[in-house]
């Protein structure tokens, strides 16, 4: 692979890194490239490929960076940052709606339902 031709143009802008994008940064590495002329390969920060590196390195040091197996923790971990859900009330959450509805802001919202709930 040349490292003067980014084959990925894309705006630097923060997104997940792909499985094409973590199985350049397994060939890059294993042909001795470093952080820098892969970022800059990619058209991303070095930081970012210091930290995917850095968070799926396999836990044993001699053993080297695969794309694959990094593509599985990446989205093992995705999987276990789910957002917390709200209003699970199902009275609470169309009390809320129907006030969104008739235009009360969030503060306004949020103070009826300190004084009218327990």
Known sequence: MSS????IDKPVCYTHLSYTERVIIQT???E???LRQIAKYLNRSHSTISRELRRNQPPKNNVAYKAQASQRRSEAR???ASRRGRLRNEELRECVISLLKE????????????????
């Open 4 to 7: 003067n031709v980014s084959i």
């Open 28 to 30: 890059l590495k294993d």
């Open 32 to 34: 001795g490239k470093s």
């Open 78 to 80: 995705r999987s276990r």
């Open 103 to 118: 235009r009360y802001s969030p503060e306004l919202i949020s103070g009826f339902l300190q004084v009218h709930t327990e």
